[in-house]
């Protein structure tokens, strides 16, 4: 009766003081959340083996220093502090995830900068992660989040053992999750080769013929942002140039040469050149028997809108009089007539049979006994540069493309009409002018409409891609012959398989730190104690509460 009189007396239900505190203690500490889309490190397997983040979902806390327990926190970095050593230390303490923030427009970084991104992305590439690896870009939320986690970090190790406790129950930090399952293979994947066929004048069978191919897949360390502008943007886009001045030639009864021309833009390249493989694979009988009179060579155009040199790979070098000899002086003739500061040069590479990798494509059909040969104005393979995030529209010289273009399509007719070059002591007419003339401005089209678009082999699976109906049309509007082709990895022993979650939305909330838990479940079971202690204790309490306070004399009837 005497606990009933008191609650009488404040007007207040019962379940006020116990249930109001423990909402206020268990509510949600939460205080908002961002959405940040974010993309994740590659993941493939080739030859064999793993490489990439082998991971996808994530739910931890960020931070920008990892603690004593790594495995629970998201490390942010910026791309611009990172560097290769640093990169290697962090990922050897084995956070929980990674988030790597880079810069809105990548221009912004300078030459010192780029050399260092270049050999992260390579270490990147090398290795097999365990945990998720994300991109994301630094929008104005990013920025202010992370000097939010920043600030919370750098404070932190300035504060005694005693304000450390306080700010980390009372501090609020940020919790990083990417929902979804494990990633998995992309089961039948399949990637398109595009074929077209210029025939010369007579039985076709009997003809000789040239073949160009150029690979219009991509890569760099996150498969969204592969753009390959100039690997390999700038040889589709010579390639398709070319298709298009030389099918004129074949139209025309007056310059129809004797001479069959095959176009091929080759899938999946980044992966040891698996389209040319297939290619070889459905043809390369039929080529290898008439290899004595059929196939004149193999050029394969890979990474053409940079510099002033352009080197001529080959596995083994040409024979006096052959094929390849005659289209290598008809190359350096060209260049010297048209292109005078263009260094033109000869690389000699053995194919190394013990390794995984191929260096340059044309090497796919010299182990078929074909004569081919890769021109690039890279002068040694596997390059930097041709896997990364930084070969966008801006690192390519249109001006340079068109000037290569015309030196190679000049030698391509000087080969094609057996015209005498530079080299005999004659002077030759050109034969790309006028109407003829290689157009900068459709070479500056393609190569913004290839850099415009990520073209990892992971996005290429469907035919219906916009890339590649996009360069069948480009074919079928030069070549009558034009098919696509699509092929995918061995189901029982795959040479490449390639694994999905590429992009994603990052779900940014900030939240009171795990130690808040703790604070608030001791805070909870402490009240419900003293609550508990109060209500069996309570004729002892109320007692002392009237000789200390005539407010609770309360009459009792």
């Given at each position: 009766m005497e606990l009933n009189d008191v609650l009488e007396a404040f007007r207040f239900p019962w379940l006020f003081f116990v249930c109001v505190p423990l909402l206020l203690l268990m509510a949600s500490p939460a205080r908002g959340s961002h959405e940040i889309p974010v993309f994740r490190l590659q993941q493939f397997d080739l030859s064999g083996s793993s490489y990439g983040s082998r991971a996808s979902a994530l739910s931890l806390e960020a931070t920008t220093q990892l603690s004593s327990t790594p495995s629970r926190q998201c490390l942010i970095v910026r791309l611009k502090q990172l560097t290769l050593e640093i990169a290697k230390d962090l990922l050897g303490k084995g956070p929980g995830g990674l988030l790597i923030l880079m810069p809105e427009t990548l221009e912004e970084i300078t030459s010192d900068q780029r050399t260092i991104l270049h050999h992260v992305e390579q270490y990147l590439l090398s290795e097999s992660f365990a945990m998720p690896v994300y991109f994301a870009v630094e929008t104005d939320e990013v920025v202010e989040m992370y000097e939010a986690i920043e600030h919370s970090t750098a404070s932190a190790a300035t504060r005694s053992a005693t304000e450390a406790l306080l700010a980390a129950i009372l501090s609020t930090g940020y919790q990083l999750e990417v929902a979804g399952s494990a990633s998995t293979p992309l089961s039948g994947a399949q990637q398109h080769n595009i074929e077209g066929r210029l025939q010369g004048v007579g039985v076709e069978e009997q003809l000789p013929t040239v073949m160009l191919v150029a690979h219009y897949d991509a890569m760099a360390a996150a498969p969204e942002l592969s753009f390959g502008a100039d690997s390999n943007g700038s040889g589709v886009a010579m390639l398709l140039e070319l298709s298009r001045l030389l099918s004129k030639l074949?139209?025309?009864?007056?310059?129809?040469?004797?001479?069959?021309?095959?176009?091929?833009?080759?899938?999946?390249?980044?992966?040891?050149?698996?389209?040319?493989?297939?290619?070889?694979?459905?043809?390369?009988?039929?080529?290898?028997?008439?290899?004595?009179?059929?196939?004149?060579?193999?050029?394969?155009?890979?990474?053409?809108?940079?510099?002033?040199?352009?080197?001529?790979?080959?596995?083994?070098?040409?024979?006096?009089?052959?094929?390849?000899?005659?289209?290598?002086?008809?190359?350096?003739?060209?260049?010297?007539?048209?292109?005078?500061?263009?260094?033109?040069?000869?690389?000699?590479?053995?194919?190394?049979?013990?390794?995984?990798?191929?260096?340059?494509?044309?090497?796919?059909?010299?182990?078929?006994?074909?004569?081919?040969?890769?021109?690039?104005?890279?002068?040694?393979?596997?390059?930097?540069?041709?896997?990364?995030?930084?070969?966008?529209?801006?690192?390519?010289?249109?001006?340079?493309?068109?000037?290569?273009?015309?030196?190679?399509?000049?030698?391509?007719?000087?080969?094609?009409?057996?015209?005498?070059?530079?080299?005999?002591?004659?002077?030759?007419?050109?034969?790309?002018?006028?109407?003829?003339?290689?157009?900068?401005?459709?070479?500056?089209?393609?190569?913004?409409?290839?850099?415009?678009?990520?073209?990892?082999?992971?996005?290429?699976?469907?035919?219906?891609?916009?890339?590649?109906?996009?360069?069948?049309?480009?074919?079928?509007?030069?070549?009558?012959?034009?098919?696509?082709?699509?092929?995918?990895?061995?189901?029982?022993?795959?040479?490449?398989?390639?694994?999905?979650?590429?992009?994603a939305t990052l779900a940014a909330h900030r939240v009171k730190p795990a130690v808040f838990d703790l604070a608030a479940t001791a805070a909870i079971v402490a009240y419900l104690a003293v609550v508990y202690l109060a209500v069996t204790n309570f004729h002892q309490l109320y007692a002392l509460a009237q000789r200390i306070s005539p407010v609770f004399k309360v009459r009792v009837e």
């Open positions: 074949y139209r025309s009864r007056s310059t129809h040469p004797r001479l069959n021309l095959v176009l091929l833009l080759s899938a999946a390249g980044k992966l040891n050149y698996a389209g040319s493989r297939h290619w070889l694979d459905e043809n390369g009988d039929s080529l290898e028997t008439a290899a004595s009179q059929g196939v004149q060579f193999v050029l394969c155009l890979d990474s053409l809108a940079q510099g002033d040199t352009v080197s001529l790979h080959v596995s083994k070098p040409p024979k006096p009089g052959s094929s390849g000899q005659k289209f290598y002086e008809a190359l350096r003739a060209s260049a010297a007539e048209f292109a005078p500061e263009l260094n033109v040069s000869m690389v000699h590479k053995k194919i190394n049979l013990g390794d995984r990798s191929l260096a340059w494509e044309h090497e796919q059909f010299s182990m078929r006994r074909l004569p081919a040969f890769t021109l690039s104005h890279y002068e040694e393979a596997d390059q930097l540069e041709q896997r990364t995030l930084l070969d966008t529209r801006p690192a390519v010289d249109d001006s340079r493309l068109a000037r290569n273009t015309r030196v190679v399509g000049e030698a391509l007719a000087r080969f094609m009409f057996e015209l005498p070059s530079a080299a005999e002591g004659t002077s030759t007419s050109a034969v790309l002018t006028e109407e003829m003339a290689v157009s900068e401005e459709a070479l500056a089209g393609w190569l913004s409409f290839l850099a415009s678009v990520p073209r990892p082999a992971q996005l290429m699976t469907e035919a219906s891609n916009p890339v590649v109906t996009s360069l069948k049309a480009a074919l079928q509007r030069d070549v009558h012959d034009v098919r696509v082709s699509s092929f995918s990895a061995d189901r029982r022993e795959p040479d490449w398989v390639l694994f999905g979650a590429t992009r």
